[in-house]
């Protein structure tokens, strides 16, 4: 019976704290296509360094800690991130603004609500799994727990792969055909090579990408010592071969060079003005499941249900990676902006003429920002 009463309990716990999450989604979905600005942006970066701030400490009050530790640690790690690209921020507006242009001439890009929707199903599944982890003894438990973390990163990476190659595949087209040589259905054969044959760049790529993020901080960070290996990595794992490959249907580890080689070319100014967009997506993410923490802990309140601290990381963890595939068509976007632009440029100008200008500028005066002279 006790064990029923906690099952029962758990289940209610789950299922709001996802529907709180899946509603989130939808709302930033919302307010990042037709409410964004610079000063919401900049609104979002703070908003979200004193809410992890805020949680951190309230953990402490409570004398958790652990959880206290960690999400402290979190908050300073967002205030040197923002600090690194504070130069970006107005840029990414920039970016969002051309990004939402692009979207209302392309209908085809609803295609994410049924990324939302398996991804809150996965959501509800891993939910279930975390759950089932209290049955086992610690040891089993820890070993449990790590193969759930890493299943629901990667499975998240994977969702998250497909729909930045389709919403990539689909810019491209756009970007370079005119309006009447449309295929009938623009969104088929990208769907189509993302789930067949660039299935295989896809997984590759969410197992490295990550990593490349990080490399990318340190080249932002200029750790000279590093740069000859930080290069190296870059020009093997390159978050611009995904969207490369499955623009001109190559494998992704013939397209990561091709791309590196096109940016010692062009230079890697634009490539990292546009690179730093992606970084403030992810904070916007943050941001998300942060107010999906506050709407749930609201619920929790309203519906008289008991709160567990250890509830905390879970939810916000969870949150983000269903926010974060949502909007997954974004980075997309942005992504194969570069690519495209770096191949042929005219076309931007033609979309965007000040958008072009500053990529153009910054190509331009900081191309040799990654040589080793």
């Known amino acids: ?6 099952f029962y309990k758990a289940t209610i716990n789950i299922l709001i704290w996802c529907i709180c999450s899946l509603l989130i989604t939808i709302l930033f979905q919302l307010i990042i296509r ?10 979002i970066l703070l908003v979200t360094v004193a809410s992890a ?42 970016t969002l603004a051309l990004i939402s242009k692009i979207m209302k001439s392309i209908p085809s890009f609803s295609f994410t609500l049924p990324i939302i929707f398996i991804m809150f199903l996965w959501l509800i599944l891993w939910s279930f799994m975390l759950l089932s982890l209290f049955f086992f003894s610690k040891a089993e438990q820890l070993i449990f727990l790590i193969f759930l973390i890493f299943s629901i990163c ?8 497909i729909c930045h190659s389709v919403a990539a595949c689909i810019f491209a087209t756009w970007y370079h055909l005119p309006d009447d040589e449309w295929p009938s259905d623009i969104m088929a054969w990208p769907r189509k090579r993302a789930l067949t044959e660039n299935f295989g760049s896809i997984c590759v790529s969410s197992i490295l990408t990550p990593f490349s993020h990080l490399v990318l901080v340190l080249h932002f960070l200029n750790i000279s010592v590093l740069k000859n290996l930080l290069n190296w990595i870059l020009e093997h794992t390159n978050r611009y071969a995904l969207a490369y490959s499955v623009i001109h249907g190559c494998s992704y580890h013939d397209a990561a060079p091709k791309v590196w080689n096109s940016f010692h070319q062009r230079g890697f100014g634009a490539f990292l003005k546009q690179d730093s967009n992606h970084l403030l997506i992810t904070l916007v993410a943050f941001f998300a499941s942060i107010a999906c923490f506050g709407l749930t802990r609201l619920a929790f309140v309203i519906f008289n ?3 567990n601290p250890n509830l905390i990381l879970p939810i916000l963890f969870s949150s983000y990676t269903l926010i974060s595939a949502a909007i997954e068509i974004y980075d997309g976007i942005s992504t194969a902006i570069i690519v495209c632009f770096f191949e042929y440029p005219v076309r931007l100008a033609d979309i965007s003429a000040e958008y072009y200008r500053i990529l153009a500028e910054h190509a331009e005066n900081t191309s040799d920002l990654f040589s080793d002279n």
């Open 53 to 94: 701030f805020a949680i951190s400490i309230l953990s402490f009050i409570n004398e958790n800690y652990f959880y206290g530790s960690i999400i402290g640690f979190f908050a300073i790690g967002l205030i040197v991130y923002i600090f690194i690209f504070r130069k970006n921020i107005r840029f990414f507006s920039d």
């Open 34 to 43: 037709y409410f964004y600005n610079f000063f919401f942006i900049l609104f």
């Open 1 to 6: 019976l006790n064990a029923e009463s906690f």
């Open 154 to 161: 990667y499975t998240a990476q994977v969702v998250k792969g």
């Open 305 to 307: 249900l008991n709160w």
